[in-house]
């Protein structure tokens, strides 16, 4: 199983961009997928999840201004980033549980790299 991110780049304050990740290989299910992001020098920290069933949730830094979503046909999860900030700049990683070979894991993209410049 991998997940592939993509999406990230430079922007400026105030814009948007959309992060994707797609999931391949031998999957059975998958549940949970997040959204997790690296500022330099900090901690990962969680940013947004979506259940299978459609349900999300975000840290309280992000509401409002970031939507995930995910599209079951294809394995895929968004984050759509809107009214982008500095503090916002960070690798952004995603990361999925899934089922495969009758097991539950914790799955991790490569990271994409987010940009806000002022």
């Known amino acids: 199983v991998q997940l592939q991110a993509s999406g990230g780049g430079l922007v400026r304050a105030g814009g948007s961009l959309r992060l994707s990740c797609a999931a391949s290989g031998s999957i059975f299910s998958i549940n949970v997928m997040r959204w997790h992001r690296q500022a330099p020098g900090k901690q990962r920290e969680l940013v947004a999840w979506?259940?299978?069933?459609?349900?999300?949730t975000y840290v309280d830094s992000v509401k409002g201004r970031f939507t995930i979503s995910r599209d079951n046909a294809k394995n895929t999860v968004y984050l759509q980033m809107n009214s982008l900030k500095p503090e916002d700049t960070a690798v952004y990683y995603c990361?999925?549980?899934?089922?495969?070979?009758?097991?539950?894991?914790?799955?991790w993209g490569q990271g994409t790299l987010v940009t806000v410049s002022s």
């Open positions: 990361a999925a549980n899934i089922r495969s070979f009758g097991e539950n894991d914790d799955y």
């Open positions: 979506v259940t299978s069933g459609g349900s999300t």
